[in-house]
DNA sequence: TGAGCTAAGGCGAACGTTCGCGCGAACGTT
DNA sequence: AACGTTCGCGCGAACGTTCGCCTTAGCTCA
């Protein structure tokens, strides 16, 4: 590996190797010609400072820890890959990167322990938070720095940054109300997730705002998986049809495929017939028949701040706030468009 | 960060810290009785050691780099998602972690020079290598340890671990010949991508065995992204009745997802009147209307073989071969099977 | 009894940094 | 001319490991 240390730059420039580490941390007091001498040296052996020995010396480490839980069965989330690439981006602007380790139980805080106590890493990034998740609570007992891509209650105080779901559905809602639809239902995740109820909030909001009552058969709860959405779309069809939605929202876009694909099963013209709206925007939503509605999360504003939160913590810098949320923004495709499914289905994605 | 080191277990122990270090290392001469002490203040103490300290001294990092290549405009490939997951848990089995970092320009070798030099990294493993791909070019010139999924071209000697698309194709090709097609249409990557190659040599190889002559104007080109699988079913529609395919194999996934689209939307009954097929297995694939007939490569077996290489070149361990050729396997699923199009879109995905 | 051997563990050194203090020379001030 | 101050840079130490060599005690055997 390199060969190349502050010794053999120090040798070449005619200086002590103390100074040249200095020099090129800026720390130092040097005539512009020896700056001059020192950085040609440098230029000149390709010089490059050894990890290691400076996390060794400070105390401390250039890296970011993020676990990578793997969905296994069914599905990988898409919109944590785009997550990643984002905070692999804003860390590399400080000079951090991000070490991605394998967390075959996301409830279980051992292997942030043994990473942080190792000195491997700084702080973690955590997304898809759980309410009370464990994880959580151990890294804010230990004080380790972390931040976290959603809020896994509202007592805990922790650094977070989150997309505002609740207005997300509700424009979503707002959305169905002003194509006409009065019949909404919603499909969304079992009780206890603070991603869901926030996006129900907005539902119901909505529909409040709206003067309509809510109607609790409307309302349809399972695992995010796509079969969750086709047999929602079933139980809603069993109902006699002056009960039936008319258009179906739901809390993610792998929910809203089930169900796209029951109601083009049961002949439906989805759009025209039945809206339906997804969450999330998953890049493949804008290709399904017909293409998705849905609700884009700005992921690379996510990436940015919570890298910018966990640095400030590791850093020991000015902190403006302890929680960031960010509003989303809605995405108006064909299934959720009376007259235009058929002309939506060519066209290309919106951007 | 951690405050208890070898000199603290020692002290407890009433050893000097270098044995403590060697008893930890299995490299110990010590008495059963001593052994037991030092361990016992391990546990008591709750020590771990420090990695930067370490890799210091080792002169290696216990870090893998991975690059993380951005699609931004449109699609993040799932396939590189598993394969992340895989590789993090097989490095994990040897106490090395993957670092990931954004390399904003795929072609650029730089950031993985500097990665190593800085002792950051002991190698690299990468995915989606390009023909003649000049990052693969520098490491192997700087014999930096590295394990490539994919080949760059057949006379760069490197290590490797790839799928064999030549055979997978085949096996797609001879499905729907078993379907009773004739009219087997190509879409593929444009010339100079290797797996295109033979993926593309896996179709003429089974036209050939099965005494079909190529039909040059059924081979149509583009980039990877569904908007390419739209317009080839466009061009290949506007061809007079009797010379349209009757089945449509395409390099990827996201090309079918543009042809199924394309062909539903001209009214067309996938499977029945139309088949179509895919290659990788994106997981949303089985929820397709119909679901789609793929090709799926052995992410995890791919992943696991890579690590082991790569590590192989960092420990200078016995290396049994420099490349690894793994076998994919055919999914079958609604959108190439004639009669049962109905039936399979209610299925659960095959597994 | 003394030479030789082995087992058990101590010791010094080194990996490449960063950081605070110290020191001499040049300079300005009285 | 003597004295303080600043500038420019050197020096020692420390971060926590690993590794090879050395020391000592106890034992065996001629």
Redesign the pocket.
Known sequence: ??????????ARA????????????G?????????Q?IWDAVRELD????I???N????ASNLIGYPLHYGGDDFVHPVLDAFLHSIANAAEADGFHILTFAAADPRDPSPYRELYY??QVGGFILADVNRNDPRVEMLIEQSIPFTAFGRANDEWDYHWVDVDGRTGMRQVVEHLLAQGHERIALITWPGGSRTGSARENGYRLALQSAGLLLDAELIVRGLNAARTGREAFQQLWRLPAERRPTAVACVSDLIALGVLHAANGAGLVVGAELAITGFDDVTLTAYTQPPLTTVRQPIAEVGEATVAMVLGQILEREQPEKGILLPPQLIIRGSSMRGTAVEAAGARPST
Not at 27 to 35: K, M, S
Not at 47 to 50: G, M, Q
Not at 56 to 59: F, H
Request: glycine residues 2%; hydrophobic residues 30%.
């Open positions: 590996m390199s060969r190349v240390t502050l010794k053999d730059v120090a005619g200086v002590s190797y103390q100074t040249v580490s200095k020099v090129l941390n720390r130092a007091q040097v005539t512009e010609e020896t700056h001498r010089y490059r400072p050894n290691s020995a400076r060794l010396r400070k105390q190792r000195n």
